[in-house]
């Protein structure tokens, strides 16, 4: 059975007339969507669609006035990444604290690990900390790493695991990512277990394939989901400018959550937070926000400027229909 989702080109050009493929009909605030395969030119984009992901509301039922296909608050994460000085840290925790950001949302920041304790001490509460990573066990003689039980004993709550960076530049495996979501959700240190393709898998059409076998190496090894959140970020719209159509990020957050529901359980994937990571910033955040599977963000560079990562935690609103 064919799961293969469009090229970027491809789904970029089918994006705009997919409308007219699709009856939206809504089941509470789930939205159901009857799919016409009489169209030629869009057939790549919806091509197993069809047989393989199913947009229904049998997994859940009405939940408020936020449209969306997980069931937890909307979420935001900002990986700052191997960036900022204590001075432009200073700087940007002074922004973050002045703010005004949306209640119903989870925000979370990522610092480099030498400034995680400055962030700690001085960040609003509203916010949580994150880790950019962590060591597979517990600490001991392992050069440069930190231990899962050192960042809760500086109170991080969040650890950023199976980042492209992580996986393509330094070379960490499926196996071995997963093996450290088991090691920290132990410990009781959350998880934000981030999947994605690279432009030339996306463009031989396996998209899906390249996510759903990372999926299961998080599957193998973790017991509980209660304390995932699930980033599908793209590795040809990290840092490039370049960023999926929300079509495009639907149909893979869709995949996604459909891949939980036959391998885990439809309890996990109507919880599970699915969010959207790759070059988002304040001017797409809203459009992105739309689409009833993306249940937030983590954001890059953006989240360096803290008035854009405030209008990205604010894109909540987006999802906000009438009850």
């Known amino acids: 059975m064919a799961r293969r989702p469009a090229a ?44 393989k992901i199913r947009l229904c509301s049998s997994i859940r039922g009405p ?41 119903d949302v989870d925000v979370v920041v990522a610092p480099p690990f030498v400034y995680i304790d400055q962030v700690k001490n001085s960040l609003t509460d509203r916010i949580e900390i994150s880790a950019q990573n962590s060591w597979v066990g517990k600490g001991g003689a392992f050069t440069g790493e930190i231990s899962v039980e050192q960042l809760i004993d500086i109170g991080c709550k969040w650890v950023i695991l199976g980042h492209s960076e992580r996986r ?13 979501a088991a090691y920290a959700l132990s410990q009781n240190l959350k998880v934000i277990a981030c999947i994605g393709e690279k432009l030339e898998e996306r463009e031989s059409g396996k998209t899906f ?69 790759g070059s988002v910033n304040g001017s797409n955040c809203a459009e992105l926000a739309k689409q009833e599977d993306i249940d ?8 360096l400027k803290g008035p854009e990562f405030a209008t990205i935690v604010n894109s909540v609103t987006s999802k906000k229909v009438a009850a």
Not at 168 to 178: A, K, L, P, R, T
Not at 221 to 230: F, K, R
Request: some cysteine; charged content about 15%; overall charge neutral.
């Open 8 to 51: 970027a080109a491809a789904a970029q050009t089918a994006g705009p007339s997919a409308s007219s493929l699709a009856s939206q009909q809504f089941s509470g605030l789930r939205r159901s969507f009857s799919i016409s395969p009489s169209s030629s030119s869009n057939g790549l984009f919806f091509e197993g669609v069809q047989s």
């Open 63 to 103: 939940r408020g006035v936020v449209a969306m296909a997980g069931s937890g608050k909307f979420f935001v994460g900002g990986n700052w990444k191997c960036n900022g000085t204590k001075d432009s840290i200073n700087k940007l925790v002074s922004d973050l604290n002045g703010a005004k950001m949306e209640n």
């Open 168 to 180: 393509h530049v330094i070379g960490e495996d499926d196996q071995f990512i997963g093996n450290k």
């Open 209 to 277: 394939d390249v996510c759903f076998q990372q999926m299961k190496a998080f599957a193998d090894n973790i017991t509980s989901w209660t304390d995932v959140v699930i980033a599908y970020e793209p590795v040809w719209a990290i840092g490039t400018g370049k960023v999926a159509t929300p079509q495009q990020a639907q149909e893979v957050h869709v995949a996604v959550r459909d891949w939980l529901k036959n391998n885990i359980s439809a309890e996990v994937a109507s919880t599970t937070r699915i969010i959207y990571g």
């Open 296 to 303: 937030g963000f983590l954001v890059g560079g953006a989240s």
